[in-house]
């Protein structure tokens, strides 16, 4: 079955260290691709985009995302993650003419400080 | 503006009883789409509605109903009760024209079924 999958269930770092979470999706053609973040207690809200153009994305709080058409990912980077970045991570996938927007299950990142 | 808005944010039911939760968009929104988040299973597509059609429809059973109002206002219905439909009921909106995937999420209705 077609579907987006998130490579990690659980990622903890110390302050500082590097992230990248991994995001593949399945489907054929022209997707959308989006990173949303949920932090404790709070409503899911849009971390990044990409609908085209420019492969490497930047989005809120020092996020960036880099598009690889050839491998079908979609992979969330941060060069130095701060405690409040804690969070759960869902990459998500509008697939080629559909009007719904597809979530992985989700990575949760503990950061340490 | 105000966010989207979900209603009740809390509730308990026992097997076989059915539910109702609402959800109000921000202004100006025509699309609603409606999720089931359960930690073994992430985020699960249930429906989207756009100018009170249904557009698009996830993989749950028909126990699972919504409708959309003409004020874009949604509601959704389930029949029946399980014990595995205790989960965060997610309500997302967004202005729709096209599906750009850009959703504004509420907080969620979390119900428990007993």
């Known amino acids: 079955a077609q579907s987006v999958s998130q490579h990690n269930h659980h990622v903890i770092l110390s302050e500082a260290a590097s992230l990248e979470l991994g995001c593949n999706y399945s489907y054929g053609g022209t997707v959308n691709l989006f990173w949303y973040v949920q932090y404790p207690g709070q409503h899911l809200q849009l971390l990044l985009k990409?609908?085209?153009?420019?492969?490497l994305v930047k989005g809120i709080k020092g996020f960036e995302a880099e598009f690889i058409k050839s491998k079908f990912s979609f992979n969330l980077r941060k060069p130095s993650v701060q405690w409040s970045d804690t969070a759960e991570y869902f990459c998500?996938?509008?697939?080629?003419?559909?009007?719904?927007?597809?979530f992985g299950k989700g990575t949760t990142l503990s950061v340490s400080s | 503006k105000a966010g989207v808005t979900q209603t009740p944010r809390y509730l308990i039911k026992t097997r076989g009883q059915q539910v109702t939760l609402s959800c109000s968009p921000i202004?100006?929104?025509?699309?609603v789409s409606w999720y089931q988040q359960t930690p073994g299973q992430g985020l699960q597509f249930l429906f989207e509605y756009f100018s009170e059609t249904q557009r698009n429809k996830g993989n749950f059973p028909g126990r699972f109903s919504g409708r959309q109002f003409s004020n874009s206002r949604s509601e959704m219905n389930v029949s029946t009760l399980e014990l595995g439909d205790s989960a965060l009921y997610l309500c997302?909106?967004?202005?729709?024209?096209?599906?750009?995937?850009?959703?504004?999420f509420g907080e969620g209705s979390r119900l428990t079924v007993l």
């Open positions: 997302a909106s967004s202005l729709g024209t096209l599906n750009t995937g850009e959703l504004f």
């Open positions: 990409y609908f085209s153009g420019d492969p």
């Open positions: 202004s100006g929104h025509r699309s």
């Open positions: 998500a996938v509008t697939p080629p003419a559909g009007t719904a927007l597809i």
